[in-house]
């Protein structure tokens, strides 16, 4: 590199910067300058002999010509350009915010001092308390209350600890990593789970600290080695001196970290992980999802089963063993006799297995036998929710004798409707790690009313049968059949046959769903399509629409470009193509089954899952070869949820025009659309599963109605069912005295999370959808939400709830990942810190915990190097070439070159020299 260069890109200016590019050394120059000194003595010599008749100022001119033609040749050959000089030195802090970091890894000596100090602090309050009510009544109470309930819901309540990720955050404000970062580099800042988030703060937040307040554990999966990648590619080019990522090194999803470990080496990006977490796994017994139904009938009998789980089986006292004590001795070295500490005391090797986690021992608990008494208790709802004192309905014991899961089953008869919150509990031993997750809840309702279901067919179709024939056979629906096509006096597997479809409201009003197999909409008048619209989007009423080739797909009968069934169109949640001609054909057929791509929002349906045990869910739809053909459209509507899609290569790249399963909120109810009449195909992998979903999907559909309380308004989700971490849709409808849509701009939600916490969402009303709201709830806590909605001038309430679980990816390895977080390390020339208080000790109290550490585990051979922020080294700036500039420059050499030489050769002939 040149002199001049080397000294610039060595200090901390910037700006732009000149240089040659041919000259990367001084002595680089020696060889242009000695050919141009040649060629100038050259033509000097020639010149003189040639022009020696001519006047010395046409030997000068002729000269400097030919002079500035080599010149413009050197400059040329040197290669000129201009370096912009960008940015600061980088660090990026990847923190980890999945359902995993929302355990808690107190120590018996940990959970002492904090249940102390919160006995002294609700002795305080309760005092406090006293004097208030005498003083200012109930008012400051209440909101005493609600202070304490939002410290619990941020993980920062007293009475179980900080959980990992709370923990994680209190050490950053106590160590003030961030400002101490800020001090020599640019702190880029990001959150994760299964995607990352960026928690950069603006200008008018000086603390960049202040961004970390409202982060919460619900992330539904880890992808550690998506994260990297993407951090990679967003800071390419950027001066980025290192990566600290703080998590517990669950990764549970997305691919794998080589990819992003070869990118990191080799731009020498550094990664320096930070782990949380136990690496072993302490005795707890958890209580999972309840598997119940929906819906029950009055006397009828019904099973609630619920799997109870038992992990791990340390005792918390063997993390307090001593050193020189036999388990760490083992716990010094790995199963190959090597030694754990690595190269300067930095990178320790933990396990010789890098995707096995640390769990020992993982299956052998060091508890004798034990007997969980598990309950079942109820309770009766009213529209203000849990009205009732909870009732001991029954009790079972199991006995655990090792890690694994048992099912419970309780059968239950209830005498009359009514509904219910089930409530299940298990009375763990002291040894219990975590209480947390010791009861679940359900809510069944017992109904003395049954689905009325109204099949609408244009030719007797295999899912049109099957379908018929399950519903006939379901004590719990009835089912009657509309079939343009049939003779009078045919024999159907139905309640009743009707001879036209409703035309009515009050005849509409009398069904929950509506199946349609292809139907040809023009059989229908203006009325019968104007009650068909109103029961939907007023009555909550639930559609179903399958795609077919008989009237669907014809392009010269069809319905789909029909003038004057604009309502039809607007009831499915696909976009269909314009009519070309008679010889399009929009229904793909193959001999070829292709596979169904399901979307995350198909993956979390839980209409299209078989089972509640999601890996036999999975395991179905991987062994199901898929559809032969699908009907393609032009996309999904803005308001629609694509959940699956066909695999099919006519798709040419978008999915939407395969959708082969849609589903969307229209008003009050809803729709779902098949874009394939081959649903029936299910049952060749499995009966069972086929009318599983098919019996789910007629419940997911008609909610709408069953739950319907009152003409004036509804209230409905999405889902019944979600994941931590995900959002719920809410929509409601709101009509006046007369019945007639209510069309303020907003109307108040109020949502009463399960720590008890009550707050007021607004609905916004659906431009498209008078007296139609919705709202978007996000779900960051585990348990039971409910919703309730008073309608506009009455006291009338509706309230809906709704469940939340945490991802069972998220459960299934609840420790720390050392051997993955030691990979990070050691390959990508970073170190690997066990806790966060070895990469960085604490310079201050917590406002919330004082000097408790959160990360005390027994470790051998700490680590003794220097601190975190002093590993990270300054990197310098980027140097960005300003092509503009240097293609300006050489046009304008080759245009001075050209100019030159042409100026020469026109002298040199009007001076007789040629």
């Not at 001084?26 to 010599?45: E, G, I």
């Not at 170190?831 to 604490?842: D, T, V």
């Not at 959160?854 to 975190?868: D, K």
């Amino acid at each position: 590199m040149n002199t001049f260069w080397a000294q610039i890109s060595s200090s901390e200016t910037t700006g732009t910067l000149f240089q040659w590019a041919r000259i990367q050394e001084n002595s680089d120059w020696f060889l242009p300058v000695l050919v141009v000194v040649l060629l100038f003595a050259y033509f000097f010599r020639r010149y003189r002999i040639d022009a020696a008749e001519l006047k010395s100022w046409q030997q000068i001119i002729l000269l400097v010509l030919r002079s500035a033609s080599v010149f413009c040749l050197l400059v040329y050959y040197l290669h000129p350009q201009w370096i912009s000089l960008v940015g600061n030195s980088r660090v990026a802090v990847l923190i980890d915010s999945s359902a995993s970091m929302g355990n808690h890894d107190l120590l018996p000596i940990q959970q002492e001092i904090l249940e102390n100090s919160e006995e002294n602090k609700n002795g305080e309050e309760n005092k406090d308390k006293e004097e208030n009510k005498s003083k200012e009544g109930n008012e400051e109470n209440e909101e005493n209350r609600k202070n304490a309930q939002n410290e619990n819901e941020n993980g920062n309540g007293n009475s179980v600890g900080p959980t990992r990720l709370g923990a994680v955050l209190d050490w950053i404000e106590r160590s003030e990593l961030l400002n101490r970062l800020a001090e020599k580099h640019e702190v880029i800042l990001y959150s994760f789970d299964s995607t990352l988030q960026s928690k950069n703060h603006q200008p008018d937040q000086p603390d960049p600290s202040n961004n970390l307040n409202n982060l919460k554990p619900n992330g539904d999966s880890t992808a550690i080695g998506d994260t990297l990648f993407e951090i990679l590619q967003r800071e390419r080019g950027q001066p980025l001196a290192g990566i600290i990522l703080l998590t517990d090194g669950g990764q549970n999803t997305g691919r794998e970290i080589d990819i992003p470990l070869e990118t990191a080496q080799r731009l020498k990006i550094p990664i320096y992980p930070i782990g949380v977490g136990r690496t072993r796994q302490p005795l707890n017994f958890r209580v999972g999802n309840p598997d119940t139904p929906d819906r029950a009938f009055p006397g009828d009998p019904f099973l609630v089963k619920i799997p109870i789980e038992m992990v791990g089986g340390e005792k918390d006292t063997e993390y307090l063993k001593n050193s020189g004590n036999e388990e760490n001795d083992e716990n010094s070295e790995n199963e190959n006799g090597e030694n754990e500490i690595g190269e300067d005391n930095r990178n320790r090797n933990v396990n010789k297995n890098e995707n096995e986690r640390t769990t020992s021992p993982a299956t052998t608990p060091t508890t004798s036998p034990i007997t969980l008494p598990v309950e079942l208790w109820s309770q009766s709802l009213t529209l203000e929710g849990a009205s009732a004192v909870p009732t001991k309905i029954d009790e079972k014991q199991i006995r655990f004798s090792g890690n694994g899961t048992i099912e419970t089953v309780f059968e239950v008869r209830i005498a009359e409707p009514d509904k219910l919150r089930f409530t299940i509990k298990i009375v763990p031993p002291n040894e219990d790690h975590f209480s947390a997750d010791n009861q679940q809840q359900t809510d069944i309702e017992i109904v003395d009313r049954k689905d009325r279901v109204l099949l609408f067919a244009s030719a007797p179709s295999r899912d049109y049968q099957f379908l018929c024939s399950q519903i006939y056979r379901d004590k719990s629906m009835l089912v009657d059949v509309y079939l343009p096509w049939a003779r009078p006096g045919i024999s159907q597997n139905a309640d009743k046959i009707l001879e036209q479809f409703p035309s009515t409201r009050t005849e509409m009003a009398e069904y929950n769903i509506v199946v349609a197999f292809d139907p040809n909409w023009r059989e229908l008048s203006d009325e019968q399509i104007d009650v068909l619209e109103f029961w939907v989007a007023r009555q909550g009423g639930g559609l179903i629409l399958f795609a077919g080739t008989i009237h669907q797909a014809d392009t010269v009968t069809g319905w789909i470009t029909e003038m004057g069934l604009d309502k039809i169109r607007a009831l499915y949640p696909v976009e269909f193509l314009a009519k070309q001609s008679a010889f399009d054909h929009r229904y793909h057929g193959d001999t070829q089954a292709w596979a169904l791509k399901f979307s995350r929002a198909g993956e979390d349906a839980d209409f299209l899952k078989p089972t509640d045990n999601p890996t036999e869910s999975r395991a179905f739809w991987n062994k199901f070869p898929g559809f032969y053909g699908f009907f393609a459209v032009k996309g999904v509507k803005l308001t629609a949820t694509l959940l699956a899609a066909s695999g099919s290569p006519e798709t040419l790249g978008r999915a939407e025009s395969g959708a082969l399963i849609v589903e969307q909120f229209y008003g009050a109810g809803r729709v779902i659309y098949f874009g394939s009449s081959e649903l029936w195909r299910l049952r060749r992998v499995d009966e069972k599963a086929y009318e599983q979903i098919a019996a789910k999907m007629l419940r997911y559909v008609g909610q709408g109605r069953l739950q319907r309380e009152s003409d004036r308004g509804s209230l409905a989700a999405d889902k019944q069912r979600y994941s931590l971490g995900s959002i719920a849709q809410l929509r409601i409808t709101a009509n006046d005295a007369q019945l007639n849509p209510i069309t303020s701009p907003t109307v108040p939600v109020d949502i009463l999370s399960p720590s008890g916490t009550l707050r007021t969402v607004e609905g916004k009303l659906d431009p498209n959808m008078p007296g139609t709201f919705q709202t978007l709830l996000p779900l960051t806590e585990e348990g039971t939400w409910s919703v309730q909605f008073t309608i506009p001038g009455t006291e009338e309430r509706i309230t809906r709830t709704v469940q939340v679980r945490m991802s069972d990816l998220e459960r299934e390895l609840p420790n720390r990942n050392e051997p993955l977080l030691l990979k990070l390390a050691t390959q990508s020339g970073g170190i690997y810190f066990r806790s966060p208080n070895e990469a960085l000790p604490p310079v201050k109290e917590s406002p919330l915990y004082g000097n408790i550490d959160f990360f005390t585990e027994t470790q051998n051979n700490p680590y003794s190097g220097p601190p975190i922020t002093e590993l990270l080294k300054i990197r310098s700036q980027r140097a960005v070439p300003n092509t503009v500039a240097e293609e300006k420059i050489l046009h304008w050499l080759l245009l001075g070159l050209c100019s030159t030489l042409i100026m020469e050769w026109t002298l040199r002939r009007l001076m007789k020299l040629l």
